[in-house]
Protein backbone atom coordinates (compact mmCIF):
# COMPACT_ATOMS: atom_id res chain seq x y z
CA UNK A 1 0.00 0.00 0.00
CA UNK A 2 1.94 3.08 -1.33
CA UNK A 3 1.90 6.08 1.06
CA UNK A 4 4.10 8.21 -1.67
CA UNK A 5 5.42 7.48 -4.75
CA UNK A 6 7.81 9.84 -7.26
CA UNK A 7 7.82 9.81 -10.74
CA UNK A 8 9.39 12.14 -13.37
CA UNK A 9 13.37 10.85 -12.96
CA UNK A 10 15.29 10.05 -16.36
CA UNK A 11 18.26 11.14 -18.46
CA UNK A 12 18.98 14.76 -19.50
CA UNK A 13 21.64 17.05 -20.87
CA UNK A 14 23.33 19.56 -18.95
CA UNK A 15 21.25 22.43 -19.38
CA UNK A 16 17.90 20.95 -19.67
CA UNK A 17 14.94 20.42 -17.60
CA UNK A 18 12.71 17.91 -15.77
CA UNK A 19 9.66 18.35 -13.34
CA UNK A 20 9.53 15.59 -10.54
CA UNK A 21 6.17 14.84 -8.80
CA UNK A 22 5.48 13.73 -5.64
CA UNK A 23 1.56 11.56 -5.68
CA UNK A 24 0.17 10.69 -1.79
CA UNK A 25 -2.47 8.78 -2.99
CA UNK A 26 -3.65 7.28 0.96
CA UNK A 27 -3.82 11.01 2.63
CA UNK A 28 -6.68 12.34 3.20
CA UNK A 29 -6.78 16.12 1.41
CA UNK A 30 -7.46 18.06 4.73
CA UNK A 31 -3.97 15.69 6.02
CA UNK A 32 -1.97 16.78 3.50
CA UNK A 33 -2.85 20.16 3.05
CA UNK A 34 -1.60 20.47 6.69
CA UNK A 35 1.71 18.68 6.14
CA UNK A 36 5.07 19.93 5.37
CA UNK A 37 6.71 18.46 1.96
CA UNK A 38 10.31 17.69 1.11
CA UNK A 39 12.17 17.18 -1.55
CA UNK A 40 16.04 15.14 -0.85
CA UNK A 41 18.32 13.52 -2.92
CA UNK A 42 21.06 11.02 -3.06
CA UNK A 43 24.09 11.01 -5.01
CA UNK A 44 26.21 8.35 -5.50
CA UNK A 45 28.81 7.47 -3.05
CA UNK A 46 27.22 10.62 -0.91
CA UNK A 47 25.02 10.89 2.05
CA UNK A 48 21.48 12.45 1.73
CA UNK A 49 20.96 15.91 1.15
CA UNK A 50 18.30 18.34 1.56
CA UNK A 51 16.82 20.07 -1.87
CA UNK A 52 14.17 21.68 -0.88
CA UNK A 53 11.02 21.69 1.51
CA UNK A 54 7.44 23.56 1.75
CA UNK A 55 6.13 23.79 4.81
CA UNK A 56 1.84 23.28 5.33
CA UNK A 57 2.04 26.88 5.13
CA UNK A 58 3.08 27.32 1.85
CA UNK A 59 7.04 28.34 3.03
CA UNK A 60 9.96 27.26 1.28
CA UNK A 61 13.54 26.37 1.62
CA UNK A 62 15.88 25.35 -0.61
CA UNK A 63 19.92 23.93 -0.60
CA UNK A 64 22.32 26.69 -1.51
CA UNK A 65 23.32 24.67 -4.87
CA UNK A 66 19.62 24.50 -6.33
CA UNK A 67 18.24 27.98 -5.57
CA UNK A 68 17.27 29.78 -8.80
CA UNK A 69 17.39 26.38 -10.56
CA UNK A 70 14.85 24.64 -8.60
CA UNK A 71 11.29 25.19 -7.64
CA UNK A 72 9.21 23.77 -4.90
CA UNK A 73 5.29 23.70 -5.34
CA UNK A 74 2.33 21.62 -4.46
CA UNK A 75 -1.50 20.98 -5.79
CA UNK A 76 -3.10 20.06 -2.25
CA UNK A 77 -6.16 19.33 -4.20
CA UNK A 78 -4.44 16.67 -6.04
CA UNK A 79 -2.31 15.72 -3.05
CA UNK A 80 0.76 16.28 -5.53
CA UNK A 81 4.07 17.66 -4.86
CA UNK A 82 6.21 19.02 -7.43
CA UNK A 83 10.09 19.41 -7.99
CA UNK A 84 10.86 21.79 -11.34
CA UNK A 85 14.95 22.17 -11.95
CA UNK A 86 15.99 23.72 -14.82
CA UNK A 87 19.35 23.93 -15.64
CA UNK A 88 20.72 20.60 -15.29
CA UNK A 89 24.14 20.03 -13.92
CA UNK A 90 26.08 16.57 -13.93
CA UNK A 91 26.22 17.59 -10.00
CA UNK A 92 22.38 17.31 -9.84
CA UNK A 93 22.74 13.60 -10.76
CA UNK A 94 21.21 11.71 -7.88
CA UNK A 95 18.16 9.75 -7.08
CA UNK A 96 15.69 12.25 -5.41
CA UNK A 97 13.16 11.38 -2.53
CA UNK A 98 10.06 13.01 -1.56
CA UNK A 99 8.84 13.25 2.10
CA UNK A 100 5.54 14.00 3.89
CA UNK A 101 5.75 14.47 7.65
CA UNK A 102 1.80 14.92 8.75
CA UNK A 103 1.13 17.41 11.77
CA UNK A 104 1.74 15.20 14.51
CA UNK A 105 1.98 12.19 13.09
CA UNK A 106 4.51 9.98 11.10
CA UNK A 107 7.13 11.07 8.00
CA UNK A 108 6.56 9.17 5.32
CA UNK A 109 9.67 8.75 2.41
CA UNK A 110 8.78 7.32 -1.58
CA UNK A 111 10.93 4.90 -2.99
CA UNK A 112 12.97 7.68 -5.13
CA UNK A 113 13.57 8.70 -8.53
CA UNK A 114 16.45 8.60 -10.45
CA UNK A 115 18.00 11.78 -12.09
CA UNK A 116 20.95 11.54 -14.50
CA UNK A 117 22.29 14.53 -16.02
CA UNK A 118 24.40 13.46 -18.33
CA UNK A 119 25.98 14.56 -22.51
Known amino acids: QVQIAESGGGLVQPGGSLRLSCASPRSISSVFSSSDLGWYRQAPGKERELVAI???????TYADSVKGRFTISKDNSRKMLYLGMNNLKPEDTAVYYC??????????WGQGTRVTVSS
Open 99 to 108: TRKEFRGPTY
Open 54 to 60: MTSGGGT
